[in-house]
């Protein structure tokens, strides 16, 4: 009977000994699972971190490009001095498409370019060139017009002078 005792006294405490070992390994495995969980947590911020920045660079990237095409819309308003000739010219074929005949009298350059031009023709010719001033691309502003009503073997003609000026991005 000693010996049935024994073996069941055997038995219980390699049952109890089992038990505490897999009761250590099971704390052991709770305690990865947490730390696991909080490095997951950690990864699961700076990913959305990243992802947010990623956002941010990516609205930032698409204002840009937008900025630099306003910027680019922008500067074919104003000219530059080695644009002032191609103005002449342009100036030249607006003059022509209005049928009106003009005489460039001053030009001058500073933080804008000023030009002063002697015109001739009719009433609605001169009309269509300011109007075609006003919107040929440049920031053109009229800093003075003036128009005399006379007439030229007796059809009336219209002459006078203007002066526009028109920004420099060079200054």
């Known amino acids: 009977m000693t010996k049935n005792k024994t073996k ?7 049952i109890i000994i089992a038990d505490v070992i897999l009761v250590i390994l099971l ?6 699972s947490n730390s696991l969980s909080e490095q997951n947590a950690l990864l699961k911020g700076q990913l959305d971190d990243i992802t947010a920045k990623k956002s941010t660079i990516t609205n930032n990237k698409t204002e840009a490009l937008r900025f630099a095409e306003s910027f680019q819309v922008l500067n074919k308003y104003f000219t530059t001095s080695d644009q002032k000739v191609l103005l002449f010219v342009e100036l030249e074929k607006l003059a022509n498409q209005a049928g009106i005949s003009y005489n460039l009298n001053n030009a001058t350059e500073a933080t804008r370019i000023y030009i002063d031009m002697n015109i001739k023709g009719s009433f609605q010719n001169i009309y269509h060139f300011i ?3 006003e919107t040929n691309g440049y920031w053109v502003s009229f800093e003075k017009i003036l128009l ?5 073997k007796g059809v009336a003609n219209w002459s006078g002078s203007i002066v526009i000026n028109i920004p420099n991005l060079d200054n």
Do not use: A, D, S
Request: aromatic share 20%; hydrophobic share 50%.
């Open 8 to 14: 069941n006294y055997l038995f219980f405490v390699t």
């Open 27 to 32: 704390i052991w495995l709770v305690t990865q």
């Open 131 to 133: 109007r075609l001033l």
């Open 148 to 152: 005399v009503r006379g007439t030229e």
